[in-house]
């Protein structure tokens, strides 16, 4: 009985670890994208109001004083 309980915590993260997988794939693209993406960009948006020196800044605006 001990090839059961050596082999029990493999599957059990095996089975897990392809439900992530599995959900994770299912959830890009389609409705939810537009619903994401609108999150994140909200994030940002506080994030450069606050004035939070780690925000990410959009491409091509210039951020660093020269």
Excluded at 1 to 21: G, R
Aim: charged content about 15%; glycine content about 10%.
């Amino acid at each position: 009985m001990d090839y059961v309980s050596a082999l029990v915590p493999p599957v059990v993260m095996a089975v897990f670890f392809t439900t992530l997988i599995v959900t994770i794939v299912k959830s890009q693209g389609g409705p939810n994208k537009a619903k994401e993406d609108a999150y994140v960009d909200a994030a940002l948006a506080r994030a450069k109001a606050a004035g939070q020196p780690g925000a990410p800044t959009p491409a091509g605006s210039a951020a660093q004083g020269d």
